[in-house]
Structures are given as C-alpha cells and as structure tokens.
C-alpha cells in the first residue's frame, strides 16, 4: 500500500469514527420543544407530560418553551429556522397547518416544510350549549334552531371551531350568527348565562361545566366516541357529514433534520407516550388518539392542511 493509499484509508477511518460519535453522542445538551400558545392550557400541559417523558427517555432535559403570538406563527417561525441538530422542536397544534393558508404572515408557505416526529391525540372539539336552553340532544337543538325567528348566536374564538361549526350548518341547513370573543375564557360566562346559544368549545374546557349541570354538550368532532364521555355521541353519528376535523397535537423539528435524530426522538417520545404518567395526564386533559410514526405523522399533517384548504377555498376565511 503506498503512502497515498494509507492517507485516503485513515482519512475514511478518521471520517467514520467522527461520524459514528456524533450519532451516538445526541442529545448532548437540554432540548428545547416550543409550545406556540400561552402556558396553561390543555396543549401546554400535554406538551409538559410528553416532555418529562422524553426527559428520562434521553437522558438529558426536554424544555418546555411558551412562544404564544402570531396566531402560533412567532413559535412555529422560531422552530422552521433553527439549526437541524435536534435541540428546537416544536409542539405543533392541527391549527399551525391551517397558518398559511389564514394568514399572509404566516412563516412557511406549508406545513410539510416541518420534519414530522410524532403525533400524539388533540383537543377534540364539541358542540355545546347552556344547559337553559330546551335542547338535550342534537335534533332538539336543530329543530330549535331552524323554529327561532332569528339565527342563533354562536361564540367563537379561532377557526377550528367555525369549520365544526360549518359542518353543522350545512348538514342541516340552519343560520348561526357568529360571535367573536379573544378566548375561551372570555366566552364561556355569556355561554353558561344564556347570552348566547351555542359554541364549539374543546372538550376539556366544557367537561367542568357539563359535571355541573350548567352546560350540555350535543357531540363531539371524532370518529369515535370518548372513552369518558361514553353518552355523548359523535357528531357523525348524529348526521354531521364530512370528516371529523383533525385536531391532533405534532411534535416536528426543522427541515433536513438527519434520519439518525428523528429514530433517536421518535423512539423516546413513544417510550414516554406508554408511561403510566403520561396516560393518566391524557385521561385527565380528555385528549385522545394514538402516537404516530414519521410517515404516518407526515400523513396526518398533509390530511390536516387539506382540511384548512378546503374550508379557505369554500368560506374566504382569513386571521389577518
């Protein structure tokens, strides 16, 4: 072997070893995942569950980071432009799909430019209404509506709950009047007094109010039945067509981010998706849903934005 040939062998050997420690070396420092809302709510707490989980899975700490703004663009922005080594990722909501389609200032043109990891259950979306008004099931609500003299109100704060809300109206042909409010909180003290009929409301935020008496909810947007609310049908069930809006939570990185870091996350946040503490907390948060691979994660982002699509070509919709 002349020398040439001994240079270009330990150069290779030189390479690999180089390449082989950075692989089994990350993560080497804490991880931050961005969560793109304020923090206490429902998608801030399955985020925090998650994160503990993948803490002990990786052996080293998962950060939760609240970056609410934009719509969840300022958070979903900070993520698409990080650095792909692993260290940024984003708990994305079904919503950041529909961004770009809302919103002129929305940072990616689609949500597929984001690396899928996982995707894990949603805040599913329910039909709900004050527990005064004379309706206890769907058809009473729709043969109520379609008796008033003037559409119902309806209580809304983002665009997931117009397209269940849609979905209804156009199933069965009645008129509801849209009220704006800035969040839940602010809406739900007109909802339980009457001020207003109706809302779609994420099932944990209405669940207290229906253990009360004070709300009743007339069904839920999923394919199945949940598991602790086993009385209150779907809204297909009830005669709702078209598909039930997706509403799963993503967990996706940057783009180009390396194959070798998405098997070491994947694997580490459907470890803790198993773990006794994290299926108590998505009991007690009523999110439901099964923990993705990749591909399928992939998928289930592509069917989401098309849900968005759809809804923006029909209606115009638009945050801006």
Sequence with gaps: MNLLSKRLLVGAVVLWMTSAGAQTSYPGKAIRLIVPTPAGGPSDAAARALARGMTAGLGQEVLVENRPGGNTGIGAGAVLNAPPDGYTLLFALASNAGLPHLSKASPYKSFAEFTPIVAIGGNTQCLVVPASLPTKSLAEFISYA????????????????????????????????????????????????GRIQVAVLPVGASVPHVKSGRLTMLGCSMAERIAALPAVPTLAESGVTGAPLITAHFVVGPPRLPADIIDRLTAAAQQAAQSADFKLEMERLLIVGKVRSPAETRELMLQAEAQYVQFVRETGASID
């Design 146 to 193: 379609k008796a008033s003299p003037k559409p119902l109100l309806r209580g809304a704060n983002n665009v997931s709950e117009d397209m269940v809300a849609g979905q209804v109206s156009s199933a069965f042909g009645i008129s509801l009047e849209r009220v704006p409010y800035k969040g839940a909180p602010q809406l739900l003290p007109d909802l339980l007094e």
